[in-house]
């Protein structure tokens, strides 16, 4: 081993990690970060507004800023807004947030919005510009850059200012500068928005581009999801270290108590029974769990099968109501069939999947050896890694034709999944992983879609044939009925073309 070379070791901040490796977050190129940096803001400001039961109105502006490959973007929402002593860390300290809570939000790690700043400040060295107001007589406003390596927001330009709010405006504005490629993201960030739309038909979102052409996706209904409500951890998805934490905080003195006041849907019996698989005595105190008995504890937890699954309250589902207005609003179809699965889980975490089938009208057929598919998690368009996701390989691994359909047709598919952890493969949130309970609830709910279709595509081959057949008779029973008139020696005028016609249409 050489003298001449020392290790030197050091510990980093989140910021500083993600400054380092902002590419598994989804800003390896200006292309991708333009993309993406629209993308978390807009969630942000969905999940802002519809966590508080408010009909959603975003407002989103690209410019230019006349240095080469600048833009700067403007995002204003009517959401709860920020209060005053969150909004530092809530927009300059990477992993601070308000999503960390077993419901179902867009944003999962607290990193999306401020990956999207950083961003903008290590390619512009430009601050963020916040405005926020949460409904009272005041708002606040502000300048702040991200201290990289403490992970710390740094307040400009005299910290925070309070400004008069005399319409009592609730939401946040942010504003700041980056660098990116718009002319090679519209179309991705063009299909975000169209996708948005669909899945969220009670939206209105406003997209004004570099070039100053203005796209308005109007709602078409004042219906909102019902809200999503925060639930306690489930026995299927915890480990030792969530287990410790509860431990640390409980104010529970026996294992029965701590048992079932913790866990989701987990009663006194279910809790005794429990302990007794694990060998733990139902009135010792928790905190004199020795660590190997903790192991014990979530060991048993996890083979233990007479739980009762995950409660839906902290799910969010469009509904098959909202989403076939979606669809029917942007694209336009000939038909469209929607289905809701009944609340699922895996690991613990529950889980709702919602599908549809599009057909015919302002659906266009695939290229050759694609799929018009449009997959959603929580409530987010993903449009990269189709190939990738699990819906792509179960669409594939359904044998179509026994439902008359071919997904070369005018046909597109539409899959939705939300949940408390939605499975995605990536940090960077663009497909879904190969989860076998998953996989099962989006193969049943398409083939109930499929079913639905193919009643429908064989009453109208039905219709059209006999619209074909009642086409040729209109065409020449008249003539048939005066021949065989004359040749009976009977008046033509005493038969009634009309009502044999109509016979035959019904």
Request: proline share 7%; glycine share 6%.
């Amino acid at each position: 081993m050489s003298k001449d070379v020392r290790e030197v070791y050091e510990a980093i901040s989140p910021a500083d990690f993600f400054y380092r490796n902002r590419e598994i977050a989804g800003f390896d190129n200006p292309v991708r970060a333009t993309y993406t940096i629209v993308r978390e803001l807009v969630e942000n400001s969905l999940d802002a507004c519809e966590t508080h039961g408010i009909l959603p109105s975003v407002y989103v502006s690209l410019t230019e800023t006349g240095r080469a490959g600048v833009y700067r973007i403007r995002v204003e929402d009517n959401g709860c807004g920020v209060p005053r002593e969150y909004i530092p860390s809530a927009f300059g300290q990477i992993l601070f947030g308000s999503k960390y809570v077993l419901r179902q939000t867009r944003g999962m790690f607290g990193l999306g919005g401020k990956m999207a700043i950083l961003y903008g400040q290590i390619t512009t060295h430009s601050s963020v510009k916040v405005i926020s107001g949460t409904g009272g007589p005041v708002k606040y406003q502000c300048e702040l850059m991200i201290d990289i390596q403490s992970n710390k927001p740094i307040l400009l330009r005299g910290g925070i200012k309070t400004l008069p709010n005399p319409l009592y405006w609730h939401g946040t504005i942010v504003e700041f500068e980056f660098e990116g490629d718009y002319s090679r993201s519209k179309s991705r960030i063009l299909d975000y928005f169209r996708q948005t739309a669909i899945i969220l038909p009670y939206a209105n979102i406003s997209f004004i581009t570099p070039e100053g052409v203005y796209y308005r996706f109007l709602r078409v209904t004042d219906k909102l999801p019902k809200i999503p409500k925060e639930i306690l951890p489930h026995p299927k998805g915890v480990d030792v270290e969530l287990v410790k934490r509860l431990i640390k905080r409980t104010r529970s003195d026996k294992m029965v108590d701590f048992i079932s006041y913790n866990f989701h849907r987990v009663g006194r019996k279910t809790a005794i029974d429990l302990l007794k698989h694990a060998k733990i005595d139902p009135n010792k105190d928790p905190r004199e769990l020795t660590s190997d008995e903790i192991v014990k504890l979530v060991n048993a937890m996890k083979r233990y099968d007479n739980f009762l699954p995950p409660d839906a309250s902290c799910l969010s589902p469009i509904g098959p109501e909202l989403l076939v207005k979606g669809i029917e609003k942007e694209l336009k179809p000939e038909v469209v069939y929607a289905v809701q699965r009944k609340p699922s889980s895996y690991s613990g975490h529950p889980f709702i999947v919602e599908a549809a089938i599009a057909y015919g009208g302002g659906i266009q057929p695939p290229k050759p050896g694609e799929i018009n598919l449009y997959r959603y998690a929580n409530k987010i368009p993903l449009l990269y890694d189709a190939a990738s996701d699990v819906s792509f390989k179960v669409i594939k691994s359904i044998k179509w034709n026994r439902y008359r359909i071919d997904p070369e047709m005018p046909i597109a598919f539409f899959v939705h999944i939300v949940s408390t952890k939605v499975p995605y493969k990536t940090v960077g949130k663009e497909f879904i992983a190969d989860i076998p309970e998953v996989a099962y609830e989006i193969e049943w709910a398409l083939k109930t879609c499929a079913r639905k279709l193919k009643s429908y595509l064989i009453s109208k081959v039905r219709r059209i044939a006999i619209e074909r057949r009642v086409n040729v008779l209109e065409k020449y029973l008249p003539k048939i009925a005066q021949f065989s008139s004359e040749l009976a020696g009977k008046n033509p005028s005493s038969i009634d073309i009309g009502k044999i016609i109509g016979r035959l249409k019904r």
